[in-house]
């Protein structure tokens, strides 16, 4: 079984412009979740969806970031403008209805200059 | 505000050498506390589940249990393919789904 999948895994911008991160949940999971990993602050959520509605956004740092989830397969979060400080590994996490584990993808590194 | 603590930041073991890593957690309602690897350049792996005080379980060399104020990650007789860091998160049964990581573990495994 495929798990989760993001895209792109590495992205590297320049100050200013829109960056959009992928990410297709495991076939079946309801539940969607894209936290940020800092050396500083670790492992932090900022937003997660429950049958493609945001649930809780109260992690996102600030109006620059949005995030979708247009169907059940398929979420984006996006940065505009972005500024070096949003640099950071980003993931997606899923779980099934009911259930509490919560599986992560690979990450997408991001590299804002 | 829940909070999660993990100690030692880093550890560094000879290969067969046991030893434990904790985490320790402050939470309004525990619903679940997670044990997660994670190799560098990928995402947690999920290991174990845990929901209430005096459960344990155990994966191969891992074996994980919980108090009412702690968990401890016991490896026995690691190998090098160990090593990786270990985190720690926890769920509380506010209905939030967020989790509560810690720092981690940074466990080196030397043959």
């Known amino acids: 079984d495929a798990g989760v999948i993001q895209s792109p895994r590495h992205e590297v911008t320049e100050m200013g412009q829109e960056v959009t991160l992928r990410c297709k949940p495991i076939?079946?999971?309801?539940?969607l979740f894209w936290y940020r990993q800092t050396m500083m602050r670790g492992l932090e959520l900022l937003i997660y969806f429950n049958n493609n509605v945001p649930i809780d956004d109260s992690g996102m740092p600030e109006d620059r970031f949005s995030a979708k989830m247009p169907n059940a397969s398929f979420s984006t979060l996006k940065i505009q403008p972005s500024e070096p400080r949003d640099s950071a590994v980003y993931f997606c996490?899923?779980?099934?209805?009911?259930?509490?584990?919560?599986?992560f993808g690979p990450g997408t590194r991001l590299t804002v200059l | 505000e829940d909070q999660v603590t993990q100690s030692p930041e880093a550890l560094r073991l000879q290969e067969g050498e046991s030893s434990s890593l904790n985490c320790s957690y402050t939470?309004?309602?525990?619903?679940?506390l997670f044990w997660y690897r994670q190799d560098p350049g990928k995402g947690p792996e999920f290991l174990f589940t845990?929901?209430?005080a005096g459960e344990e379980k155990e994966k191969e060399r891992l074996k994980a249990t919980l108090t009412k104020k702690e968990s401890f990650l016991h490896i026995t007789a690691p190998k090098p393919e160990d090593s990786a860091t270990y985190l720690c998160a926890v769920q509380a049964n506010t209905g939030r789904r967020a989790l509560t990581f810690g720092s981690g573990t940074r466990l080196q495994v030397q043959p």
């Open positions: 845990l929901y209430s």
């Open positions: 939470v309004s309602g525990l619903r679940g």
């Open positions: 996490a899923s779980s099934s209805s009911g259930g509490v584990e919560q599986f």
């Open positions: 076939s079946g999971h309801n539940s």
